[in-house]
């Protein structure tokens, strides 16, 4: 069959026109009031059409568009909002530099509204919060992704529990998305090599604000039919389509950034998936440029940032060797490097033909700013990583963090923005990086605060009965049990979430080990729980499958179906309602496998209190002021034994603490000390969890220094790179015969605090001359009787003289903690281009 296409739009009166801009612009995923005008114009189009804006225009009638157009109060809001948004486009940002080079930020996933399905979970909504927040701080920045023909799987529970999946086709025609035309209108188009083959994609934008996010499609007719669905699905298919996804995105999307004229100065890889574009980038300056792979190579390091989510070794990303030479076989030449060369960019041991090739280490060693996503997650990325600085102290490996945050915006309920636009002033929405704001929460009423929060409890409420109502129809059940649908949950009871990715280490089922004390919270007559669960198991995880499975039994069998709820298909409107109609937000995992968790924040800002493991964002953000923390943060080798100490630390904090807090009412039926606890929570985490802290922050410490970086590696036809390319080729040449010799000092068995101490090291350059190495004393509190330092200090040793080919380097430190101190002295390289010091096989002690 020959088919041709075309797309048929809306007819919008003129009054109506600015409906169909708003339709197509993400900010509406966080201006609620923009989204109240769709479902206005037809409330059973809006449902049908899946909260849709875009498919809402297309569905409403022609008789309905007219009727609203000569709606006086109608085009008065809609102007109002229209105003609102222009204003939002033009106004001041916190950002007011050039805009000439940007930073290209990619990402496998964007979660930023139900309309646009191109996520799975956490990492998503980080995109996608990381998008909508660079659009208000006015930064240079785009993203960079897959428009997936399905998306991530839509979860179906049947009538025992068990997990289906489905995988829904979008239609892009209908969604908030823009083909990307050049010349001629055609379509602008890359190509990427697959193992000899060629797969060519197209790119659609989304505009997210400010800011534009490109999307790369392989599903077009010139491509054979394994290659369009290579964008067919999210974390689908096997090893070898995440292979070519991977090049996709990573090579493909610079190419994809060139054909649309954008120049990425700097590249921001939001976990591994992305690090193939470091490679791309190097093979664009050899082409263009000539050079050779090390010069490339140090033009490309330090405008390059790499953030890992992944706490658990197992959980990186790593490819065969047999598949590596499938895909790349034809890098080595392109890039003038020997295989084994090749294969070392992605290797803790960089010659060790047993090591598959690990993105995350490929990542590391082509970026100069590295980062895990909370401060725990850093520690736990340097341990992880360490191995890639032989002979570095842990606590100098040169990965950062940067804490995640979420967009206050998009997840605090519009009752309680509402709430908060009142009290907070304009300042709240129009300069979103003053987060000093929050400090107005002691400002609002307790029954305000108190009112709007029990709004926002009865909403999902209504929203659980009506999904699980859904659910029993689908499955057939009788009608009796659908009736007692409308009996499920109760709006004045304390409620507790557990909504997230159903994998076994976040233990969803912790609260159901001790049954009988589990049921005694559950039925007591005055002072109930309730508890909703929601969350997909991975497709392929049958034992997270399983635990979902053994939640609805639980209620079943024991009979509290009406107080135990799984509601099923978790997506960001679910979330939604979840976090901020719940009253408690409850997080198990085991510590140290969450990186960061994002949903408790969202809950926090909306005054729904943590009860958590101290893991990840938590570990930082707890105080008793703000929720409660399961344990201290200890670990277990037995996770048996884990599970046992934490459930009941769990029951006995419900038990004595948070149930009686919930529930200890006054006169006015308000629970005050409760209340208290919300506005203390939603001041401290507002501030320190808001996603503009995270952007302020990224910004600060990666894309403003890469940026000047790129400006200087440019200059003078790229001289830096090639004078570090050539420097650390002579270091290394070098390096293997630079010795410490010797080190003196004049201290004295006793010191006293004030005294100075200088020590002399004599050092052997060999080729180097003395200003091409940073020669540093390291010094602290000896520990373990002198085998170690600790708190160790550094501090840089001058060159004071040359003895033959020996260096005489000196410093005088001044004896400043008391107890065992020690020193030693060790060579790190030095040029004034490097970023920082820590390069990987560079350090010798003495
Ligand atoms: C916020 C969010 C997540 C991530 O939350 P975690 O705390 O990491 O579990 C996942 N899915 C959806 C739909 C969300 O809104």
């Given at each position: 069959m020959n088919i041709s296409t075309y797309t048929v739009k809306p007819k919008l009166p003129n009054s109506l026109k600015p409906l169909e801009e708003i339709a197509r612009n993400l900010w509406l995923s966080w201006n609620f009031d923009a989204v109240e005008l769709f479902i206005r114009l037809d409330y059973d189009v809006w449902l049908s059409s899946h909260q849709s804006p875009v498919r809402t225009l297309g569905m409403v009638s022609q008789e309905r568009l007219v009727e609203v157009a000569k709606d006086d109060s109608y085009i008065a809001r809609l102007n109002e909002v229209y105003t609102r948004f222009?204003?939002?486009?033009?106004?001041?940002?916190?950002?007011?530099?050039?805009?000439?080079?940007?930073?290209?930020?990619?990402?496998?996933?964007?979660?930023?509204?139900?309309?646009?399905?191109?996520y799975s979970g956490g990492l998503g909504i980080l995109s996608g919060d990381h998008m909508k927040t660079s659009s208000d701080m006015g930064l240079p920045l785009v993203g960079v992704g897959f428009l997936y023909r399905q998306g991530y799987f839509k979860q179906l529970l049947n009538a025992d529990g068990y997990q289906q999946e489905s995988y829904p086709e979008n239609d892009w025609y209908n969604m908030p998305v823009e083909l990307k035309t050049g010349k001629n209108n055609e379509p602008v188009k890359i190509t990427v090599d697959l193992a000899g083959r060629q797969a060519t994609a197209q790119v659609w934008e989304v505009k997210v604000g400010r800011s534009s996010l490109f999307l790369l499609d392989t599903n077009i007719p010139e491509n054979a039919p394994d290659i369009r669905n290579i964008t067919a699905t999210l974390y689908g298919g096997d090893k070898e389509t995440r292979m070519q996804q991977e090049i996709l995105l990573g090579i493909g999307g610079i190419r994809a950034l060139r054909a649309l004229g954008v120049n990425p100065a700097a590249t921001h890889m939001n976990e591994g998936h992305a690090a193939f574009l470091g490679l791309e980038r190097v093979r664009e300056l050899m082409s263009e440029r000539h050079f050779n792979f090390d010069e490339a190579r140090e033009a490309v390091w330090p405008t390059n940032i790499f953030t890992t989510h992944t706490p658990v070794p197992a959980g990186n990303e790593r490819f065969d060797i047999g598949l590596m030479e499938k895909y790349f076989r034809s890098w080595p030449q392109i890039l003038g490097i020997s295989w084994k060369d090749f294969l070392s960019l992605g290797r803790e041991r960089p010659y060790d033909d047993s090591e598959t090739f690990c993105m995350t280490v490929l990542a590391i060693k082509f970026a100069a700013y590295a980062n895990g996503v909370a401060a725990l997650h850093g520690v736990v990325s340097r341990k992880m990583w360490q191995n890639l600085w032989p002979g570095l102290p842990l606590n100098e490996i040169p990965i950062d963090h940067v804490t995640n945050g979420v967009h206050p915006r998009t997840w605090v309920s519009s009752n309680m923005v509402e709430l908060l636009d009142r009290y907070f002033g304009p300042h709240f929405e129009e300069e979103p990086t003053d987060l000093s704001v929050w400090n107005r929460m002691d400002r609002i009423s307790d029954e305000e605060l108190w009112r709007t929060h029990e709004r926002r409890r009865e909403r999902l409420v209504a929203f659980a009965r009506e999904r699980i109502r859904d659910n029993l129809k689908r499955n057939g059940a009788v009608e009796r049990r659908i009736a007692q649908a409308e009996d499920a949950l109760s709006p004045y009871t304390l409620t507790l979430a557990f909504a997230r990715r159903f994998a076994t280490y976040k233990r969803g089922n912790l609260l159901l080990r001790d049954p009988e004390r589990l049921l005694k919270l559950l039925k007591d007559t005055e002072r109930p729980i309730q508890l909703i669960f929601a969350g997909k198991a991975h497709p392929m995880d049958m034992p997270g499958k399983e635990l979902i499975r053994s939640i609805i039994h639980f209620a079943e069998q024991h009979d509290v179906t009406s107080r135990i709820i799984f509601l099923e298909n978790y997506d960001i409107s679910m979330a939604h309602y979840l976090t901020s109609g719940a009253d408690v937000w409850l997080n198990t995992p085991r510590r140290p496998m969450e990186a960061s968790g994002t949903s408790g924040m969202k809950a926090a800002m909306n005054g729904v209190l943590n009860c958590s493991i101290l893991d990840g964002w938590w570990d930082e953000a707890y105080n008793p002021e703000v929720g409660w923390a399961i344990g201290r943060g200890e670990e277990y080798e037995d996770t048996n034994l884990q599970d046992e100490i934490e459930s009941k630390a769990l029951y006995d904090l419900l038990e004595r603490e948070v149930i009686p807090l919930f529930y200890q009412r006054g006169r006015d039926g308000l629970p005050r000390e409760w209340i208290r606890r919300m506005?203390?929570?939603?001041?401290?985490?507002?501030?320190?969890?808001?996603?503009?802290?995270?952007?302020?922050?990224?910004?600060?410490?990666?894309?403003?220094?890469?940026l000047k970086n790129y400006r200087r590696i440019v200059k003078d036809d790229y001289a830096e790179p090639k004078a570090l390319a050539a420097y650390m080729g002579k270091l290394r040449q070098a390096w293997d015969s630079i010795k410490i010799q010797k080190i003196e000092s004049n201290a004295k068995p006793i010191m006293q605090r004030g005294d100075s101490l200088t020590v002399t090291a004599r050092v052997e350059l060999g080729a180097?001359?003395?200003?091409?190495?940073?020669?540093?004393?390291?010094?602290?509190?000896?520990?373990?009787?002198?085998?170690g330092i600790e708190n160790a200090n550094r501090a840089e040793m001058r060159s004071v003289g040359q003895e033959g080919n020996v260096v005489v380097y000196q410093v005088r430190i001044e004896c400043a903690d008391t107890g065992l101190q020690g020193h030693t002295v060790r060579i790190l390289p030095k040029h004034p281009a490097l970023v920082h010091p820590y390069r990987t096989g560079f350090i010798k002690w003495a």
């Open positions: 222009l204003k939002y486009k033009k106004g001041e940002t916190w950002y007011r530099g050039s805009r000439k080079d940007v930073v290209a930020y990619f990402s496998m996933e964007y979660g930023m509204d139900v309309s646009l399905p191109i506005k203390t929570c939603m001041k401290q985490i507002g501030q320190s969890m808001s996603s503009h802290r995270m952007l302020m922050d990224y910004s600060n410490k990666f894309y403003f220094p890469a180097l001359s003395p200003d091409e190495v940073l020669v540093e004393l390291y010094h602290g509190s000896a520990s373990n009787h002198g085998d």
